[in-house]
């Protein structure tokens, strides 16, 4: 038994979401609460600045749940390397 706490950070890493749930939980059923829940007002995208939302593998899949709320989602694939 646990708790896992799924926190959304800006490009600067200061916290926009905090979603807590067991820690059985997968990181992608927490993904919409927590873009549902950001407590930073921010900006509508436009055509000269958009919402970009980086993750990595585990959230393969969750590209149209992301881009219903306007963001542009980028996920790494698991077998991908990190750019040095």
Partial sequence: ???K???LVDEKGIALAIVISG???YDIELLEEALDHIVVLRPEPDEEQSHNLCLDAGYTG???AVGQRNYIPHIRPRDEKKKS
């Fill in 62 to 64: 969750s590209g149209k």
């Fill in 1 to 3: 038994m646990g708790t």
């Fill in 23 to 25: 820690a059985n939980t």
């Fill in 5 to 7: 706490r799924s926190v």
